[in-house]
């Protein structure tokens, strides 16, 4: 019971149970129940701070907890969930949080085994931009590059460039300015030609009506010509058979003769040339006709019913 009351005891009862607590807090505070460690090494860590969050396939498992600078490379320490797994050929990609900045830790989960203890290697990881890689890279690119053809390449040009060729070059750009002055030109006058066709139409438009109206006269011409010329020839043809059956007649006017004969002559000649003129003004009506046609097809409004269209049959004439 002394033993009990003794101070001594009591306070170096009280100082193990202090520093068990204290252990155990540590314990709990390094390695926190259901979680577990990751390590994984880079070569530049500007892009990574404490806290960043770790995440597996967009789901946030942990956070970043330390960055220890050693010789040749920086070593991350992060704690996630305990749950979470994460195989021993697993990779790291730091990615971009948002435009304006912040980054996180991707893992990509690879292997069949555990990870554990075991850290990822530099070669497994990937920073989202390293200069010093970007510039060894670029290197590595020029190294099989032939200079001397480049320099070759380059004092030719400077050659081109100096003495009489300078002129030369400024030639060909005053000739190039005029060629474009005189394109512009010619968009001007071209624009006016456009300008022009365009009023050309719009004036034909308007007198859609009157040119309809013209063409059906033409055809009523067209086709008043067709019918006389063809009665006209019959009539020739039947007179022509008159004269020579009333032809014995003219033996009573011997004294008269020649002067009736010769007089039936230039009528009848009269009368062909006529007749074959016909032909041609015919013609001439059709072509013009068929024009003002052509110019009412392009706008659609042809007329509906002329009279070319109809046949009148006469005699010597078939439809």
């Not at 970043?64 to 490379?73: I, K, N």
């Amino acid at each position: 019971m002394k033993l009990l009351r003794n101070p001594t005891l009591w306070g170096a009862a009280a100082l193990a149970l202090m520093v068990v607590v204290s252990l155990v807090a540590a314990w709990l505070y390094v390695s926190p129940p259901r979680q577990k460690h990751v390590i994984f090494y880079t070569n530049d860590a500007s892009s990574l701070h404490t806290g960043d969050a770790v995440r597996i396939a967009g789901i946030n498992i942990g956070k970043v907890t330390d960055l220890v600078l050693e010789a040749q490379r920086v070593r991350v320490l992060a704690r996630v969930n305990g749950d979470a797994f994460i195989g021993n050929n697993s990779q790291v990609d730091v990615r971009m949080l948002t435009v304006v900045g912040g980054y996180y830790v991707n893992i990509v989960s690879l292997g069949d085994k555990p990870l554990g203890d075991e850290p990822i290697p530099v070669e497994r990881v990937k920073m989202p931009y390293n200069l010093m890689k970007a510039l060894s890279d670029s290197t590595k690119l020029t190294e099989e590059v032939d200079t001397r053809s480049v320099k070759e390449s380059l004092d030719q040009l400077q050659q081109g460039l100096s003495g009489n060729n300078i002129e030369s070059l400024s030639a060909v750009v005053d000739a190039g300015n005029s060629i474009m002055s005189a394109i512009e030109r010619q968009r001007g006058q071209l624009t006016k030609i456009l300008n022009f066709s365009d009023e050309y139409i719009r004036a034909i438009n308007n007198y859609g009506d009157e040119l309809r109206s013209m063409v059906r006269k033409i055809s009523l011409v067209e086709q008043t010509l067709v019918l006389y010329g063809e009665n006209f020839g019959l009539g020739i043809e039947k007179f022509n058979t008159v004269l020579n059956q009333v032809s014995p007649l003219a033996y009573f006017y011997d004294a008269h003769r020649e002067e009736l004969l010769e007089k039936m002559r230039n009528w009848l000649e009269k009368a062909r040339m006529w007749a074959e003129h016909n032909g041609t003004i015919i013609r001439a009506v059709r072509a013009m006709r068929n024009k003002m046609e052509r110019v009412l097809d392009a706008q659609n409004a042809p007329p509906e019913f002329l009279a070319t269209d109809l046949c009148m049959p006469v005699p010597g004439g078939q439809c």
